[in-house]
Nanobody, 125 residues
């Protein structure tokens, strides 16, 4: 059964903003690093953002750096992705994911072992 539940997707004009949220179980949130990935039918899964548990450090690819911000809400076992200055190229299904917080790279989707159902983000030109 799904342990992660995403929300906050929708339709927005280019230049606008959306905030995605991902609710996790207490076990997952307290023990794992959290990440966001996105995917379209024609492309491979793409790393978007991640945040570690141990030190709260974050990681972003160049495609979203400066526009997207990942954060953790410890009181609500929730991770957020604030997306600003959205572009049509950001259109995709966005997935929340969790993995054990090891020293390995957070950008490799194969290392994540828990996934949400996805939420659609559509950016119009």
């Amino acid at each position: 059964q799904a342990q992660l539940v995403e929300s906050g997707g929708g339709l927005v004009q280019a230049g606008g903003s959306l905030r995605l949220s991902c609710a996790a179980s207490t076990r997952t949130f307290s023990s794992y690093a959290m990440g966001w990935f996105r995917q379209t039918p024609a492309k491979e899964r793409e790393f978007v953002a991640a945040i570690r548990r141990n030190d709260g450090s974050t990681n972003y690819p160049d495609s979203v750096k400066g526009r997207f911000t990942i954060s953790r809400d410890n009181a609500k076992n929730t991770v957020h992705l604030q997306m600003n200055s959205l572009k049509p190229e950001d259109t995709a299904v966005y997935y929340c994911a969790a993995r054990r917080d090891l020293a390995a790279s957070l950008r490799n989707y194969a290392l994540y072992n828990e996934w949400g159902q996805g939420t659609q983000v559509t950016v119009s030109s």
